[in-house]
C-alpha cells in the first residue's frame, strides 16, 4: 500500500509537466486574474465529480462484473485509489499552469489541493479500514448474529462453517474477509472461507434453486449482493436457513427465491464431487457434476459458464472449455458480463 500512495508522486509530477507544457504553448489564454478561482473551482468540481462516479459504480453491480476479477475482489480499494491517482494528476497539472505566477496565487492553489485530498484520505480510511477488531461475536441460538449491518457476510460464512461441523468467529471470518463499514463482496468470502480453511475449495456462483434444493448442502445465499444468510436446508414444504440479523427463520420457496439473487456460495472438501443425496438421480445434474470435475483440475482458475443450466450443455461447455485453455496464456476473452462468474479457488490471504 505504501508504493501505491508514492505512486501518487509520479502521478503529480506527469500532470504538473504536462500542465507547464501546455502554459508554455498557450500561455496568453491563461493571462487573467480570475485564474486563481477557476482552477480551485475547477479542482473543487472534479472531486464531486470523482466521488459521485466512484459511489455510482459501487451501487451499479453489473457494471463491476465487467471487470477483471482482482479488481472486483478489492473493488473498494482500487476505486478509491483510482480517483485519488486522477487527483493527484489533475492537481499536478494545474500546478504546472500556475508555475509562472506569483506566490500567494500558487499558495491559494497548494492549500486548496491539499484540503481536498485530506478529506480523500479521511474517506478512504472511513469507508475501507476493517472492522473485525470490533466484532462481538454475539451467538443466538448455536449460530453467528452479525455486530454490524455490514457484517453480514462474515456473519453468514461463519454460519457455513458451523454447520459443516467447524466454529468458526465472526471476528475470525471478518478479518479473513477484510470486512469495511461498506460491507464484503461474495467474491471476498470465497477468498475468506479458503483462508480460514485450506483444506476446503470454496465457489461462488450463480445457479437455479432448483440445484440448491437437489444438492441438499448448507451454503451462503446473497440477497441483491446486500446481505447474505446461510441457506440450510428444507423442512417439509419451509425452507430454513439463518439470516445473521435475527436468526434462525423459516420461508415459503416463493418468499425466499424472491429475495435471492442466484448466487450462492459452497465450500467442500477437495475429493466432494456433487454428487445427489438420497439416492436421487437428475441427468442434467450429472452432466453438470462431470463438467465441474473435468474443468477444475487442481491449481487451476476456477470458472464455470451459466449455460452449464440449459439445454445446450454439450455446446456450451465445448465453447468454455476453448476459452478456458487460453487462461494461463492470454487474457480471457470471454466477456464475464454474458453469464461468465468467476470464483476462487482455495489460497490463503496475505
Not at 491517482?85 to 492549500?111: D, V, W
Not at 473435468?294 to 451459466?306: E, F, P, Q
Amino acid at each position: 500500500m505504501l508504493a501505491l500512495k508514492l505512486s501518487f508522486i509520479l502521478y503529480f509530477y506527469i500532470g504538473f509537466r504536462i500542465g507547464k507544457a501546455v502554459f508554455n504553448r498557450y500561455g496568453s489564454v491563461f493571462s487573467d486574474n480570475g485564474l486563481s478561482f477557476k482552477i480551485n473551482a475547477a479542482l473543487a468540481g472534479i472531486f464531486i465529480s470523482c466521488v459521485a462516479l466512484a459511489a455510482f459504480i459501487r451501487l451499479s453491480f453489473d457494471i463491476e462484473l465487467l471487470l477483471p476479477q482482482i479488481i472486483r475482489i478489492h473493488a473498494t480499494h482500487f476505486k478509491w485509489y483510482g480517483v485519488e491517482s486522477l487527483f493527484a494528476c489533475l492537481t499536478g497539472f494545474a500546478s504546472g499552469l500556475y508555475h509562472a505566477e506569483p506566490l500567494n496565487l500558487r499558495r491559494k492553489l497548494y492549500i486548496t489541493a491539499v484540503l481536498l485530498f485530506s478529506l480523500f484520505l479521511y474517506f478512504e480510511h472511513f469507508y475501507t479500514r476493517p472492522i473485525y477488531a470490533l466484532c462481538r461475536n454475539q451467538m443466538k441460538d448455536g449460530f453467528v448474529i452479525q455486530t454490524f449491518q455490514s457484517s453480514c457476510g462474515p456473519s453468514s460464512l461463519a454460519n457455513l462453517f458451523i454447520l459443516h461441523g467447524r466454529k468458526i468467529t465472526e471476528n475470525e471470518a471478518a478479518k479473513a474477509a477484510r470486512t469495511r463499514y461498506t460491507g464484503t463482496t461474495g467474491d471476498e468470502l470465497a477468498l475468506a472461507a479458503a483462508s480460514l480453511d485450506k483444506s476446503v475449495y470454496a465457489r461462488y456462483f450463480k445457479m437455479p434453486f432448483e440445484d440448491v434444493e437437489k444438492l441438499d448442502l448448507p451454503c451462503v445465499l446473497s440477497f441483491n449482493e446486500e446481505h447474505f444468510v446461510t441457506y440450510i436446508g428444507k423442512r417439509k414444504h419451509l425452507y430454513e436457513y439463518v439470516d445473521p440479523s435475527i436468526g434462525i427463520c423459516l420461508a415459503k420457496k416463493e418468499d425466499l427465491t424472491s429475495q435471492w439473487d442466484g448466487k450462492a456460495l459452497y465450500i467442500y472438501p477437495e475429493d466432494f464431487n456433487f454428487e445427489l443425496r438420497k439416492g436421487e438421480s437428475d441427468e442434467r445434474i450429472k452432466k453438470i457434476k462431470k463438467a465441474l470435475d473435468a474443468l477444475y483440475k487442481k491449481g487451476s482458475a476456477d470458472a464455470v459458464y451459466d449455460g452449464l443450466y440449459d439445454d445446450s450443455l454439450e455446446a456450451s461447455l465445448r465453447r468454455f472449455t476453448a476459452d478456458y485453455k487460453t487462461l494461463s496464456t492470454e487474457n480471457s476473452k470471454i466477456n464475464p458480463y454474458n453469464n461468465l462468474l468467476i470464483f476462487s479457488k482455495a489460497y490463503p490471504l496475505k
